[in-house]
């Protein structure tokens, strides 16, 4: 609203009116204003959940200080949402087609979580919303932003293309037009896009369109897969808000860098016109989390529930997709992938010993992976790992996955160099 206000003013020369021009400057001001309702406004909503008594409902699984949580406010993740929005809307450019995108995907999972958290705090049914509604909620997200980022026209790039230039160095330029096209960044190849309509090769004529309809279906599993990844990384004080601000700064890095000719031809990655303006919305996610961590650090005063941790973890999801970087995500998010893997790793292994010895075994002493941290090696569970013997603290454990994290953004960004 104040960018359209600000462009008005420009018309009328007013001093300091093309300010709302630089990207910079609106994103500052949105890193600021998230930050300041996350904390100061977070503080107003977490008395009202206390009053409405809405605490999280904690099973006792024998770790240490578990049952000290129980009471904590939860769907705190209304804050998150409400710390994005209200800059987004103040200072984003409304017309810009992934601003939109951003702004549907924010509202449409937060909805869905915090359905979900009604069900459980409110309707006392621990289970909440049925697991095959989460999954429809999702997949119709992916549907919504792979069809859009198909039909509309304002979704275009800039093909990077190596040409021999001076005594035969390799020179980066562009394709003169903007096109539609259904290529992404792949990390470690020397020719670093990778479109989809490749896989469709032996279509023909029909390959384009085959690569679309891959597409649209890789944008359902990411959003998904991340989502879901997000929702189980979310059980220790500050961990999923913590991670994803650390994984927001990172995709902050790589819009920007999309965004601007310059930079991304020297990275020889796809140039993506418009993509800048998501630097503003991605500010306000980095400010909204970590303002919210001000209160989720551990001692946690308040959980995000699903209300937030869907969110957040659709948010990475579609913006990774959006800026064509989605085939990084295994390395950028590598913690949401393996707290996934975990889970999933552990129930198979459970059910197929199981059905050989009679009695399920364990891989680990618990999951998701940061309670397997939690536990002693000495606690009587039969798992293929026991290390670590000693139960961590859960504010180390909590602290050694941002480092893992921050390691892993590192990388990511450095694997567009390493070909």
């Known amino acids: 609203m104040l960018y359209y206000l600000f462009q008005y003013l420009e018309t009328l020369h007013i001093p300091g009116s093309r300010l709302f021009d630089y990207i910079s400057f609106r994103s500052g001001i949105a890193l600021i204003l998230s930050l300041f309702i996350a904390t100061i406004i977070g503080r107003r909503i977490i008395d009202k959940l206390q009053l409405l008594q809405i605490g999280e409902i904690v099973r006792d699984l024998g770790l240490e200080g578990q049952m000290s949580k129980k009471g904590?406010?939860?769907m705190g993740g209304i804050i998150i949402i409400i710390a994005i929005l209200i800059p987004c809307l103040l200072v984003g450019k409304l017309s810009n087609i992934y601003m939109i995108l951003m702004l549907v995907t924010t509202v449409w999972l937060g909805s869905l979580g915090f359905l979900d958290d009604y069900i459980k705090v409110f309707k006392k049914d621990k289970e909440g919303l049925h697991g095959r509604f989460k999954i429809i909620g999702q997949i119709g997200l992916g549907l919504i932003v792979g069809l859009t980022l198909y039909l509309s026209p304002d979704v275009v790039i800039r093909e990077n293309v190596q040409v021999k230039g001076v005594n035969n160095e390799e020179v980066i330029k562009y394709t003169p037009e903007n096109i539609k096209s259904t290529q992404t960044t792949i990390p470690f190849f020397k020719n670093n896009n990778f479109d989809y309509a490749d896989l469709a090769g032996f279509m023909g004529k029909h390959a384009q369109a085959a690569g679309w309809v891959i597409f649209v279906l890789m944008t359902i599993f990411v959003v998904t897969a991340v989502s879901n990844g997000a929702?189980?990384?979310?059980g220790l004080d500050g961990l999923a808000t913590g991670s994803s601000a650390i994984i927001g700064l990172t995709l902050g890095i790589l819009a920007y860098l999309s965004g601007h000719i310059?930079?991304?031809?020297?990275?020889?990655?796809m140039y993506i016109p418009g993509s800048?303006?998501?630097?503003?919305?991605?500010?306000?996610?980095?400010?909204a989390t970590i303002g919210f961590l001000w209160y989720n650090a551990y001692p946690a005063q308040v959980f995000m529930g699903d209300t937030g941790s869907l969110t957040l973890g659709g948010i990475i999801a579609v913006f990774a997709i959006i800026i064509h970087k989605e085939l990084l995500i295994p390395i950028l998010c590598a913690i949401f992938l393996v707290e996934?893997?975990?889970v999933v790793l552990q129930v198979a292994y459970f059910k197929i010993t199981k059905k050989k010895y009679g009695a399920g075994k364990r891989i680990f002493k618990m999951t998701p992976l940061h309670h397997h941290f939690q536990k002693s090696g000495n606690s009587g569970i039969d798992a293929l790992i026991?290390?670590?013997?000693?139960?961590v603290p859960e504010s180390k454990i909590v602290?050694?996955?941002w480092i893992v994290g921050i390691m892993l953004a590192v990388i990511t960004i450095v694997t567009l160099k390493m070909r």
């Open 72 to 74: 904590t406010p939860t």
């Open 231 to 234: 929702n189980l990384t979310d």
């Open 262 to 269: 310059a930079y991304a031809s020297y990275l020889n990655i």
């Open 276 to 287: 800048e303006e998501l630097v503003v919305f991605i500010s306000a996610f980095i400010g």
């Open 340 to 342: 996934n893997l975990s």
């Open 386 to 391: 026991q290390r670590p013997f000693n139960a």
């Open 399 to 401: 602290v050694r996955f």
